[in-house]
């Protein structure tokens, strides 16, 4: 990797503090949006979706920055050595090639009223998914919460209103804090994720969630654009961050008005391809239509039909991800092995030339 480059300028998105800011006419659209009729806003947001599409850093749909880097000092390293494969230790345990979660952001009362049926969806596919509530935004009815849970699906956190103000000053953060504390714990939820994805490097562990899923790889359409860059997990302090990988569903069927998944199975090709993690954020507020189940369900059906792909809770592959980062690989010679509580289930990754490319050997795991 080349000297001087740094992953956390971009897995922090510190470059948006040197950037460029927001532009002029979408500063004032922000600002005059609650005064503005919902039909109005989507137009606005549907012609300048067109001019954010061409954002030039981070790339949209693909931001391939940090998985060239990491091929590029692989390279490096291959040269130095003079071998044809080095050992790494692969991304995902018992030596799958990809993983995917399913999550979920109710945002309203249409949302509430759509949970069910939307886990007995993904029960026939064969997934589970976690279920993030506004706290104090609309009522929850009783026994929800357990309803998710025992189904399989796991609670999490969407702040305590949706009002966007969270992130707005410090003093608004530290006044929220308690509160969010309070209904992690009441709720038993390991997850927390921000409303409209407004997101603070620095202030985030301080939610006291063991992990966050606000932060895209990429995505220009959003109020706080920009993104990490990064289609793997990454820790923010001691908490775990977990990328959102795809578009947003919103911005799919309302913003750019899709009437097809290509965009989300597509950007998942690539994923899988790069051994990443797939991470759609899926309304129930706007799965409203047959049209838009059914796509839904094309996507489900997409995901079972993708060979060694991992498919778990967000809580599960927040835990693996610490348990990876204890790991270590230790060479003898040609040989490797990994060592460390866990070592049970992770895989050697033997990193290879593929002409100008890297390619990856997956070992299987000992039974």
Not at 32 to 40: D, E, S, V, W
Not at 129 to 139: G, L
Not at 159 to 185: N, V
Not at 253 to 265: M, Q, Y
Request: aromatic letters at 10%; hydrophobic letters at 40%; charged letters at 30%.
């Amino acid at each position: 990797m080349k000297a001087g480059f740094d992953e956390r300028h971009y897995l922090e998105e510190r470059y948006r503090q040197t950037g460029e800011r927001r532009s002029l006419p979408l500063s004032a659209y922000y600002a005059l949006k609650p005064l503005l009729p919902r039909r109005l806003q989507i137009a606005m947001r549907r012609r300048y979706a067109k001019r954010q599409m061409r954002t030039e850093f981070p790339r949209w749909p693909i931001e391939p920055l940090l998985v060239e880097r990491r091929r590029e000092e692989l390279r490096t390293e291959l040269d130095r050595r003079g071998v044809e494969r080095l050992p790494t230790i692969a991304h995902w345990p018992e030596g799958r090639r990809f993983a995917a979660i399913l999550t979920h952001d109710v945002e309203g009362p249409a949302g509430v009223a759509n949970v069910g049926k939307i886990i007995e969806i993904e029960r026939r596919h064969g997934f589970v998914s976690s279920w993030n509530f506004v706290a104090e935004w609309y009522p929850i009815p009783a026994g929800l919460l357990d309803h998710v849970r025992a189904a399989g699906c796991e609670v999490g956190l969407h702040a305590i209103k949706h009002d966007c103000r969270l992130f707005e000053s410090r003093a608004q953060f530290e006044s929220e804090l308690p509160a969010i504390h309070r209904y992690l714990a009441a709720w038993e939820a390991d997850g927390f994720r921000s409303p409209a994805t407004h997101r603070n490097a620095g202030w985030m562990p301080e939610l006291g969630a063991r992990y966050d899923p606000s932060f895209p790889d990429t995505d220009p359409f959003e109020p706080q654009s920009g993104g990490c860059c990064s289609i793997l997990p990454f820790f923010l302090g001691e908490m775990v961050e977990l990328p959102i990988t795809l578009v947003q569903d919103h911005t799919l069927w309302e913003i750019l008005r899709e009437d097809s998944i290509d965009r989300w199975t597509g950007k998942s090709d690539w994923i899988v391809a790069n051994g990443g993690l797939i991470n759609p954020i899926v309304h129930p507020d706007y799965l409203d239509t047959p049209a838009r189940l059914r796509m839904y369900e094309e996507f489900l059906e997409y995901l079972a039909a993708q060979r060694d792909g991992w498919h778990a809770l967000p809580r599960e592959v927040a835990e693996w991800w610490r348990t990876r980062d204890g790991l270590r690989c230790v060479e003898d010679g040609e040989e490797a092995r990994i060592e460390g509580d866990g070592a049970e289930r992770a895989a050697l990754a033997w990193a290879c030339r593929d002409g100008d490319d890297i390619a990856f050997e997956l070992e299987p795991v000992p039974a």
